[in-house]
Structure formats: structure tokens, C-alpha cells
């Protein structure tokens, strides 16, 4: 099986930071690729570099075997890219079917999605993530665990083969993580690989076929969950911290 996402050897600068540096990895078909590390590690600047919101500094990232890096992001969506933003930014006024219908005509296929059309995959993304019976709530009326549900729905409407999540789970309660978790396997068992980024360890373990650690924007381990969360560089760069 050939990889759906290479990331080869991308490096991302802001002035003087080095926010990821020289990373590389692979994304398999159906694959659900976890990636944790401490705050500021550059998982989100990581994201924001495969979805095309950020140019990576140098470095390169192919999508099914082409080069995407200097794609912008809406080019990205429309190959089939999908993410959800950790800072989560509903259009407020807008009904939460509504933001998820936005999310259809962005995505693949988009540019020639109709309104109603967009709007009927919206409504069957907001069952499948269990929104099914807001959708006629304004989006700012949601709460917290809400939100995280149309962010999830707003990016699989872009009916993504990879979908990129960033701590979809946070601030959730354990009943709550536990259907989000059931929401990201039934998404994979559509065929969609996966690659999300969590702080609940409990959960990731479970969830991801694959561990990927970064620390200070390096990888620094990466393989199967439990052996990487036994790797003594991981216990100490994350894990030791997270317990002191
Ligand atoms: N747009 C930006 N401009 C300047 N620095 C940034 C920007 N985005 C992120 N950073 C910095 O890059 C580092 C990695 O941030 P981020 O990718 O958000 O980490 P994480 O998601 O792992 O917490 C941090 O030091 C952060 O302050
Ligand atoms: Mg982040």
C-alpha cells in the first residue's frame, strides 16, 4: 500500500522559532495516526502546514505521490484534505446546518456544489456525528462539547480521504470523549485515514493504529502506542512533565 500523505523533511520558522523542525512521516490508507506532545511542540503549526493555511519554510509534503506544499488551502480541501481548528470559528449567526453546508461547499467537489445539495450532506454529517437534532439552532448556542461536534461535522462535509483533527477532544467529559472516539473509528471504517492530535493519552492510546511524538517541533518517536509511550525520551520530554 502506497501512503495517502508523505511529509518529507519539513521544517517551519516564525522569525526565529523553529516551530517544526524537519519532520517526516507517512499516512497510510484507513490509518488513524495519533500525534501528542507537551503545548507549543507544532502540532497545530503541523496541521496548518498539511491543510495549507501555512507554507512550509522548506521541506516538502505529497498528497496521493504529488506535491501539494505550495498548493493554497482551498485547493488542498477540494483534493480531499479536511481539518478541524483546534480555536473553533462557527459563523455565529448562522445555523449550525448552515456552517456544516459551508463546510460542503468548500470541500471535495466543491465549486460545483448547489446550496441544497450542500445542505443535505450538512443535515447527514450532523446525524452521523450526533447533532442530528440541532440543526436548526444558531451555531453560538451550541456548548463546548457541541462545538466540537460541528467542527468535526463542518470537515467530514468536506468529504476529506484525510481528515486532520486537533483536540476534538478537549475540555470533553469521559462519556463524551468515548463518542467522539466511536465518531473518528466509524469515520476510518468509511475508508478515511486519520491523523489526530489529542492531549487525553488514555484516548489516543486506544484509538490510534500509530504513536507519533514531537517535542520542541522534532519527532522524537513514532510507532506502535504502547511502545512509544514506554520510549524513556517520551516519558521525559511529556509524560514526566505532564505528572510533576
Ligand atoms: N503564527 C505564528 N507566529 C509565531 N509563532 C507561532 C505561530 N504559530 C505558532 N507559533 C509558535 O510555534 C510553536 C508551536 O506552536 P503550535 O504549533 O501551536 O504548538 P502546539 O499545537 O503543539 O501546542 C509555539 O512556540 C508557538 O508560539
Ligand atoms: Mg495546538
Redesign the pocket.
Known sequence: MSAILEIKNVTRR?SG?V?VNDVSFDLQPKEILGII?P????????ISLISGTLPPSSGDILFEGKSIANMPAYQRARLGIGRTFQIMRPFPGLSVLDNVAVGALFGRGGGNAELARARELARAQLDFVGLGKNVDQRADELGGPGRKRLELAKALAMQPKVLLCDEVMAGLNLVEIDEVIDVIRKVRNEGISVLVIEHVIKAIKSLSDRLLV?HHGEKIADGDPETVLANQAVVEAYLGKRRA
Not at 503545548?39 to 503541523?46: E, F, I, S, V, Y
Open positions: 516564525f522559532l516551530a506532545g503545548n507549543g511542540a507544532g502540532k497545530t503549526t503541523l514531537l
